[in-house]
């Protein structure tokens, strides 16, 4: 799932220089949702497009909580 938000921003030009882990995680997450809305996080309009995004955003952080848990440790 990380990898995969790295890729996005590799594909936009950028090069992946996130300043810990936090920040890759909000672009994870953030990525995530405009991905699956086709919305950048401020233009969704009402409260049921904020809470449609909200749900997209927690299913997918609870998703990478998982994948990180059962990781092997280094």
């Known amino acids: 799932m990380l990898a995969d938000a790295i890729q996005r921003v590799v594909d936009k030009g ?5 300043a810990n882990n936090s920040a890759l995680i909000h672009a994870a997450v953030f990525g995530f949702v ?3 809305t086709k919305r950048g996080w401020s233009e969704h309009t009402n409260e049921a497009e904020y ?11 609870l998703r990478l909580q998982e994948q990180l848990q059962w990781r092997p440790k280094r």
């Open 14 to 18: 950028y090069e992946p220089n996130f």
């Open 34 to 36: 405009k991905e699956q």
């Open 51 to 61: 809470q449609e995004a909200l749900k997209i955003a927690r299913h997918f952080f």
